[in-house]
């Protein structure tokens, strides 16, 4: 599916790149992707949820700012300005944003859900 995907163009600046909507609290930019690997910005607001979900791709995430609880399987840490994480593909995983902040994160192959496709996710997470 993802060999549909065409390269973008080589330069995303920051100002000229639009946010878009993900779920309350959460934005997202896109910042340069071709079939094999994609770079997405996430933007939270405290309290907002990146709820579990899976996919197949491979994930790279590194925390510009802000702090998380960010949960991968089972296990559950607090990560920080400066941390990074690893999801490996078919992984349930999932974040609660504790104070604001920016998710950088890179996929392999890129995520053409993220393009106009469905996503897996997991409603009922986190308990209410």
């Not at 949820?49 to 991968?72: A, C, D, W």
């Not at 944003?97 to 053409?112: H, K, N, T, Y």
């Amino acid at each position: 599916m993802h060999d549909t995907i065409k390269p973008t163009k080589a330069y995303w600046i920051d100002t000229e790149t639009p946010w878009e909507p993900v779920a309350e609290g959460l934005d997202r930019q896109i910042m340069g992707f071709d079939d094999k690997i994609m770079l997405v910005k996430a933007r939270f607001k405290t309290g907002a949820v990146g709820q579990l979900h899976k996919h197949y791709h491979s994930q790279v995430t590194y925390v510009e700012s802000g702090e998380f609880e960010m949960t991968i399987g089972d296990d559950v840490r607090i990560i920080r300005k400066g941390d990074s994480y690893y999801i490996p593909p078919h992984e349930i995983h999932g974040c609660i944003c504790r104070s604001p902040g920016i998710l950088i994160d890179v996929f392999s192959p890129a995520r053409e859900d993220f393009l106009g496709h469905e996503q897996l996710n997991l409603e009922s997470w986190p308990a209410k």
